[in-house]
């Protein structure tokens, strides 16, 4: 990654600084996309007592104008964008429907916050992004989905659903951008399974570290029989971005530890 200029939207969360950690300690440039300046603050503060210069610029990624900027921003530090990492996302209570609830109680518009955030917090960044890339004729982008995508989940019907978007989107920009631009702009998703973050651990964990009944189901279709740990995704985005995997376009790679692998028999 030496010479390589990477941004990444959510790059204060578990995933998102895990991804800018590896990719300076490979070597690249680094701009982590947050809109709390604060919180990006602290985080790049933790990063430098780890030895690593990772850069923080304010974006929100459903704002295009507040995107669009963050790309100039990065243009102007650093001259050219390489690599983007779509990590911004989440979920919110009302876009999940719990064990005593229906459908019927699902929230619309915390439904359509999750999508906004997940999905189009996916596409508002790309197209930013793919701007340089193609001016300069090379560049990567790693979309995040997850193993919801793929085997949609009890409860998180609106994640499921926005991430099952990130998938089709993912591919659709590849065929795109190859079709009309040439192979030098390169689209790829990780699909990670279960990794402890802030969002989900009292989804999975009890109070006393002991797991959840889902935490158990969970572990129970997981053949390797625990979660993952955020550092084990770091290899797979440097292959992705690594030059050297110039033919890898348009993929989908589950990082889970079997899970999308067992059929619970």
Same mark, same amino acid.
């Given at each position: ?11 204060? =969360?578990? /995933?998102? @600084? ?14 982590? &996309? ?20 990772? $850069?923080?610029?304010?974006?929100? !990624?459903?704002?295009?104008? #507040? ?8 243009? $102007? ?31 619309? %518009? *915390?439904? +359509? ?12 960044? @790309? ?17 995040? @989905? ?24 993912? +591919? ?5 951008? *190859? ?6 702009? +390169? !689209? ?14 009292? /989804? &999975? &964990? ?8 889902? =935490? ?9 029989? +625990? ?7 770091? #290899?797979? /985005?440097?292959? /992705?971005? %690594?030059?050297?995997? #110039? ?8 990082? %889970? ?5 067992? #059929?619970?028999?």
């Amino acid at each position: 990654m030496e010479g390589k200029v990477a941004a990444i939207t959510g790059g204060n =969360g578990t /995933l998102g @600084s895990t991804f800018a950690k590896g990719l300076a300690e490979a070597g690249a440039t680094v701009f982590i &996309l947050n809109r709390n300046p604060k919180s990006a603050a602290e985080r790049v503060e933790a990063f430098k007592k780890m030895g690593l210069e990772i $850069h923080a610029v304010t974006c929100d !990624v459903v704002n295009e104008a #507040s995107v669009e900027a963050a790309v100039a921003e990065i243009l $102007h530090k650093a001259g050219k964008v390489d690599i983007l990492v779509n990590g911004a996302g989440g979920n919110m209570p009302g876009a999940i429907v719990g064990p005593e609830q229906t459908v019927f109680d699902l929230s619309v %518009d *915390a439904f +359509r916050k999750v999508f906004d955030l997940n999905l189009l917090g996916t596409v508002i960044p @790309s197209i930013a992004f793919a701007k340089p890339m193609i001016r300069q004729g090379t560049g990567c982008i790693v979309n995040i @989905s997850s193993m919801a995508a793929q085997l949609p989940l009890t409860r998180v019907v609106g994640y499921s659903a926005s991430k099952a978007g990130v998938d089709n989107f993912t +591919r659709w920009l590849m065929v795109e951008l *190859a079709n009309k631009f040439g192979e030098g702009i +390169r !689209v790829n998703a990780i699909a990670p399974g279960f990794f402890i973050a802030e969002q989900n651990r009292r /989804l &999975l &964990l009890n109070e006393d570290g002991t797991l959840t009944s889902r =935490g158990e189901t969970i572990i129970s279709q997981t053949p390797m029989k +625990r979660f993952g740990e955020p550092e084990e995704l770091i #290899s797979t /985005l440097l292959w /992705l971005c %690594d030059g050297r995997s #110039s033919f890898v376009n348009g993929v989908v790679v589950p990082v %889970d530890g079997g899970f999308s692998a067992f #059929s619970g028999v």
